[in-house]
């Protein structure tokens, strides 16, 4: 089975959707819609530190595109490096195509040359191409500065890392949607004891969320506490 043939739940995770975002004012929220919906042109450029939501995002956009009937495509550039020629092969017919983290390519002269060359033909084609980054295009160690120059026309916007209301936040919108309940003593007690990345913590939703429905229990804290101690869940 081929990966345009998979089903849109199974390409991409449940948990990375637009809505379940955290933290995009209505500049990006206007953006974000847009493109997934084919009402843009051009590309995006999504920069900021790990844990900001990139990849939440590209994934995000690539799902509801999907879902809306446009083709899309979702490449990790990270475990591309050295091949990407070769993995763009047969992705320019996507109407929609996301490249996750341009920082991995970097000073790999072919893999420059290539993401130059997509982003040229995309523009004559009208693919809108959707980036990622650590930081803004000027500050990527880039080799090609045709391409560097490609990557700074795009619109640009900037994402931070959440605060704990933020983190919680996620949690709440992940949770409900598993048809969850959590309430602040359980969010207070992961977040306190199981630390503040979000796909940690998305994690160990899961694992409850099997539990919970296992033992046919309400989440509680001695339950999760129980859980995670035996290490059952």
Not at 95 to 114: M, N, R, T, Y
Not at 171 to 193: I, K, N, P, S
Not at 210 to 224: G, K, M
């Amino acid at each position: 089975m081929s990966h345009a043939q998979l089903p849109l739940a199974l390409r991409f995770p449940p948990d990375q959707r637009l809505e379940r975002f955290v933290g995009a004012d209505e500049a990006l929220a206007g953006a974000l819609g847009a493109f997934a919906r084919g009402e843009a042109s051009g590309s995006l450029y999504l920069h900021g530190p790990p844990g900001s939501g990139k990849s939440h995002l590209g994934l995000a956009l690539c799902a509801e595109a999907s879902a809306l009937g446009r083709g899309v495509a979702y490449l990790p550039l990270a475990a591309l490096a050295g091949r990407l020629r070769e993995a763009l092969e047969g992705q320019e017919s996507a109407q929609l195509l996301v490249l996750d983290g341009v920082d991995a390519i970097a000073g790999h002269a072919d893999d420059e040359l290539a993401l130059f060359d997509v982003h040229n033909r995309a523009r004559d084609r009208g693919t809108l191409l959707v980036y990622t980054g650590s930081c803004e295009p000027m500050g990527l160690p880039l080799a090609l500065p045709d391409l560097r120059s490609r990557l700074a026309q795009s619109t640009r916007f900037a994402l931070g890392l959440l605060d704990d209301e933020g983190r919680r936040e996620v949690l709440r919108r992940r949770a409900q949607a598993r048809g969850l309940v959590l309430d602040e003593a359980v969010l207070d007690w992961l977040l306190a004891r199981q630390g503040r990345d979000l796909r940690t913590l998305g994690a160990v939703l899961d694992r409850l969320d099997r539990a919970s429905l296992a033992h046919q229990r309400r989440i509680t804290v001695p339950f999760v506490r129980g859980l995670l101690a035996s290490g059952e869940a």
